[in-house]
């Protein structure tokens, strides 16, 4: 019997052995979630498809046939970074700022998943049965692209994500579909709790980004939501606030254009270099 035991302990230090040797602490992850603004709405133009540098990833998270992608599997972060179809986002221009400030030998992965005009319910792994019981049916469609859990199909691919490199950040964009809410606080830190519990992280070592809706200065139509949003370090001692400011938008007033999903992007970088001990010196 202790000959077995010993076996058995010996099994799993190997297996442990290697999967030490499988994570690459140089490999940077960060998760992104929201909805339309991180799903990413503005038209990907010529100058967002070339010069991708192959440090900066992203892991699928559906099944793309159209792009020759699969979900669960790394690729050059080429947009479009959430689902099959969708445009530009923060994320591009994250990852990009990212990789033209780390050293060399870092790697940068996201993981996209959002989703157009959901309210932050959707993510809250207890509350989004009931939450779309009543949404359009296109909306249905975009949430069946993730099994019919973003929250848990986010999880899963962090989960392998893991396997891979070190999950370092959180960045959120979501709120027009909440403005007003000032509950809105309360409902994001049950979702960035629920994260650090599921995916087993220290909140201190992990920040959350949260990006202001567009801006007063563009006329947004959601503006009003960034006087709640300004109060989130509050309620998540390591959130940090992305000022929209000067971000240039849509004619719908509730999207940012491709400028200002670039210049939006780099701000979610500054903050997170900054908080990882580098000052921006390169611009992607």
């Avoid at 793309?64 to 479009?80: D, E, L």
């Avoid at 989004?128 to 899963?156: A, D, H």
């Amino acid at each position: 019997m202790k000959k077995r035991t010993g076996n058995f302990l010996l099994i799993g230090l190997v297996l442990l052995s290697l999967n030490a040797v499988a994570q690459d602490k140089n490999f940077y992850i960060f998760l992104c979630f929201g909805q339309s603004n991180m799903e990413g709405n503005a038209r990907i133009e010529a100058q967002d498809t070339v010069d991708v540098n192959p440090r900066f990833q992203v892991m699928e998270a559906v099944d793309c046939p159209a792009i020759n992608r699969s979900k669960g599997n790394w690729y050059t972060a080429k947009p479009p970074l959430c689902r099959c179809r969708t445009g530009l986002t923060p994320a591009d221009y994250f990852g990009r700022e990212l990789v033209a400030n780390l050293p060399e030998k870092v790697r940068v992965g996201v993981i996209n998943v959002a989703v157009g005009g959901c309210r932050i319910e959707l993510f809250d792994k207890d509350q989004y049965t009931s939450y779309t019981t009543n949404i359009p049916g296109w909306m249905k469609n975009f949430i069946g692209e993730y099994g019919g859990n973003p929250y848990g199909r986010l999880v899963e691919m962090a989960k392998l994500a893991q396997k891979d490199g070190v999950i370092k950040g959180i960045l959120l964009h979501q709120g027009e579909s909440n403005t007003g809410d000032t509950l809105w606080t309360q409902k994001v830190k049950v979702v960035y709790d629920n994260l650090m519990n599921d995916l087993d992280l220290k909140p201190r070592k992990v920040p959350l980004l949260a990006g202001e809706t567009v801006n007063a200065d563009q006329n947004g139509k959601c503006a009003s939501m960034n006087r709640i949003i300004a109060t989130l370090p509050q309620t998540i001692k390591n959130a940090h606030v992305i000022s929209s400011a000067g971000c240039t938008d849509s004619a719908d007033d509730l999207h940012f254009n491709a400028a200002g999903y670039r210049e939006l992007g780099k701000r979610y970088a500054a903050q997170m270099l900054s908080l990882l001990g580098y000052k921006p010196t390169a611009t992607n």
